[in-house]
C-alpha cells in the first residue's frame, strides 16, 4: 500500500535528472581518470617488487592481481565510499531537508535514486578510458578478457549488485548526519573500515587466513572485491554463485535496516536555519 | 480547513562552552536545556482566505508552517488541515498542499528551470492535460517564459523565488504555505508576487497561509493576521482593530513594533 502511493515513475525522471546533471562534469571526469590511471602504475610496481622478493608462491597471481587493479581504477566511483554526495549533507546540516519532506516521495528511495546514478554517471565517464588504455598496455601490466564469457556474465551481475550494496551501506553514512551533525567523523569511520574490509589496501587472498575469516563475514567484500575477483578468474563460477545470494541477503538487511533508521531520524528531525 | 488547537513543540538545544576545560567535559557530559518554540498556539482557517501570519523573529512561525505541513512533529497538541492530520500519513497529505521556503531553494541547480518542473510534475503525478495548463497560467502571471531554458544558478533572487512559487503551484494544490516569500526582493518583485497571491487566491480559490516582515504584504493582501510571541498566539482578527488603539498617523510598521514592545516580545 505504502508503496502503490509513490509511483516508480517519478523516481525514473529523478534518476534521469541526476545522469543528466552528473554527466555534466566532464573536466573532473578527465582529471579522475588521468589520478586513477597514475595510481594504478603506482599500485602495479609496488605489487610487482613485493611479487619478485617473494619466493613462495602466492595464493593469487600477480596476473590476477593487475586485473582486479585496473578493474578498481576504472569503477572506483562504483566502491569506494569516500566519494560523497554533498547535497545530501547540507540538505540536513542547512535544514533544506523540509523541502525533501513536503514532498510525496519516500526519502530512503529517492536519496537511494539519487546516489546510485551519481555514482552511476561518474564511472561511465571514467571507466572507458582507463579500461582502454589498460588494455593496451605490455604483457605483464595488462588488462585481460576474463576466461571464460560465463565470468564475464558473472562479472557484471556481482558489479551491479555490488553497487547497490554500496549505496546501502554508504545511506548509513547520511543518516548519522543527523545524530551527529557532522559528515566528516562518520565518512572517515565507514572510509577508512569499509577499505580496507573491501580489500582495497591489500587484496583480500593476500590476508592472513583469520583475517579473511572476519573481512567474508562483512558486507564490504562483496561490494568489489568478488566481482573483480571473478573477472581475474580468482573466484570459480560456484563460489560466484554463492556471493550473489549473499549479496542479496545484504542488501535486503541493510535496506530493512536502513529504512527503519532512516525513519526513526525523522521523527526527531529539527531543520536548522529558521 | 485548518483546525490548530494548543500546538506545543520544544527541541533540546546542547550548551556549548567557550574554554577547553568546559569544552571537555561537556564532550563527556553534555549540558542541554529544553527550547520552546511553540508554547501555546490555536487558531481556526477557512477555506478561500489568506492569512498574515506574524511575529518577531524567533516567534515560532517556521516552526507552525512546519508542524502543519508535515515536516515535524509537535510535542503536543493537534493540527488538522482538511481533515487530515499532516505528519500522519505525511505522502498523501503532501500531494495537496503547496511549499515555499523563501530562504531555501527546491529547484534543482544545475539544471534548466523547465527540468524541476517537470521533475516535479512526475513527483506529483500531474497529468499532462493538467500540466499544461497550469504551467501556461503560471507563465503568463508570473512571466517567466525567458526563464524556464534558465538554469537556476544564473537566476536573480526576484527570477528564483517567482520560479519557486510557480514549482510549489504546478501541482495545483488547494493551501499554500508561504515562508517569507518576499524576502530580499525589490519593489517590483514583491508587487508581481503579491498580485500574483491575490490572483490564485481570487481565481483559484487557494487559501494562503504567509509569514513575512513586510507588512505592506500584510496591507496589500489580508485583513486577517494572526500574531504570535515567545510560542503563543497573541491576537487573530482584523488589521483595523490593530490600528484602532494606536494614533491614526503611525504606519502599521510603527503600530507592530509598538504591539511587540507592549506584549514584551
Redesign the interface.
Known amino acids: 500500500m505504502r508503496y502503490r502511493q509513490s509511483n516508480v515513475r517519478s523516481y525514473i525522471a529523478y534518476f534521469f535528472l541526476q545522469i543528466k546533471q552528473g554527466l555534466q562534469y566532464r573536466t573532473a571526469a578527465i582529471a579522475g581518470a588521468i589520478t586513477q590511471f597514475c595510481w594504478g602504475f603506482m599500485l602495479l610496481f609496488i605489487f610487482q617488487a613485493f611479487y619478485q622478493s617473494n619466493i613462495q608462491t602466492q595464493p593469487i597471481s600477480y596476473t590476477q592481481v593487475v586485473q582486479i587493479i585496473w578493474l578498481q581504477q576504472a569503477f572506483l566511483a562504483f566502491f569506494v565510499l569516500w566519494f560523497r554526495d554533498n547535497d545530501i549533507f547540507t540538505m540536513i546540516l542547512t535544514g533544506s531537508i523540509a523541502y525533501e519532506l513536503c514532498r510525496p516521495i519516500h526519502l530512503y528511495s529517492f536519496w537511494f535514486v539519487k546516489l546510485i546514478s551519481a555514482r552511476l554517471s561518474s564511472a561511465s565517464l571514467r571507466c572507458m578510458p582507463i579500461l582502454l588504455v589498460a588494455a593496451f598496455l605490455p604483457a605483464p601490466y595488462s588488462l585481460k578478457l576474463p576466461p571464460t564469457m560465463e565470468h564475464f556474465l558473472y562479472f557484471f551481475l556481482t558489479l551491479f549488485l555490488g553497487l547497490v550494496l554500496l549505496v546501502t551501506i554508504s545511506m548509513f553514512v547520511y543518516i548519522s548526519t543527523f545524530y551527529t551533525y557532522s559528515a566528516v567523523g562518520s565518512m572517515l569511520l565507514f572510509a577508512v573500515f569499509g577499505e580496507f574490509f573491501a580489500g582495497l589496501i591489500i587484496p583480500v587472498p593476500l590476508m592472513p587466513l583469520w583475517l579473511q575469516k572476519i573481512v567474508y563475514a562483512l558486507p564490504f567484500r562483496y561490494t568489489c572485491d568478488v566481482p573483480f575477483r571473478i573477472y581475474a578468474g580468482h573466484i570459480g563460477i560456484p563460489e560466484a554463485i554463492v556471493s550473489i545470494f549473499i549479496q542479496l541477503g545484504w542488501i535486503l538487511l541493510l535496506v530493512v535496516l536502513g529504512r527503519l533508521l532512516l525513519q526513526k531520524s525523522l521523527q526527531r528531525v529539527v531543520v536548522h536555519g529558521g | 480547513m485548518i483546525e490548530v488547537l494548543h500546538l506545543r513543540k520544544q527541541?533540546k538545544v546542547y550548551e556549548r562552552k567557550e574554554s577547553l576545560r568546559d569544552s571537555i567535559s561537556s564532550f563527556f557530559f553534555p549540558k542541554w536545556k529544553w527550547v520552546h518554540a511553540l508554547e501555546d498556539v490555536s487558531f481556526h482557517i477557512n477555506p478561500g482566505e489568506i492569512i498574515g501570519y506574524i511575529g518577531p523573529n524567533g516567534a515560532g512561525k517556521?516552526t507552525t508552517l512546519?508542524i502543519m505541513?508535515?515536516?515535524?512533529?509537535p510535542t503536543s497538541g493537534t493540527c488538522k488541515v482538511m481533515g487530515m492530520i499532516p505528519w500522519k500519513n505525511?505522502?498523501?497529505y503532501?500531494?495537496q498542499?503547496g511549499?515555499v521556503?523563501g530562504?531555501?531553494?527546491?529547484l534543482?541547480w544545475?539544471?534548466p528551470v523547465l527540468?524541476s518542473f517537470?521533475?516535479l510534475k512526475?513527483?506529483?503525478?500531474v497529468e499532462e492535460g493538467r500540466y499544461k495548463k497550469s504551467l501556461a497560467m503560471l507563465v503568463d502571471i508570473l512571466q517567466l517564459q525567458d526563464l524556464l531554458s534558465k538554469p537556476v544558478r544564473q537566476l536573480s533572487l526576484g527570477q528564483r523565488i517567482k520560479c519557486e512559487i510557480a514549482a510549489s503551484l504546478l501541482h495545483q494544490p488547494s493551501i499554500l504555505f508561504l515562508d517569507e516569500p518576499t524576502i530580499g526582493l525589490d519593489a517590483v518583485a514583491k508587487i508581481a508576487i503579491r498580485k500574483f497571491i491575490q490572483r490564485i487566491n481570487h481565481e483559484n480559490k487557494v487559501t494562503v497561509i504567509l509569514t513575512t516582515h513586510d507588512m505592506h504584504d500584510i496591507e496589500a493582501l489580508t485583513n486577517r493576521v494572526i500574531l504570535i510571541g515567545k510560542g503563543r498566539t497573541l491576537f487573530d482578527g482584523n488589521v483595523s482593530l490593530l490600528k484602532e488603539n494606536y494614533t491614526t498617523d503611525q504606519s502599521i510598521e510603527e503600530i507592530i513594533a509598538q504591539v511587540y514592545t507592549e506584549y514584551e516580545i
Open positions: 527541541f517556521s512546519k505541513s508535515g515536516i515535524l512533529l505525511r505522502i498523501e503532501v500531494r498542499i511549499v521556503f530562504q531555501r531553494s527546491q534543482w544545475d539544471v527540468d517537470l521533475l512526475e513527483i506529483y503525478r
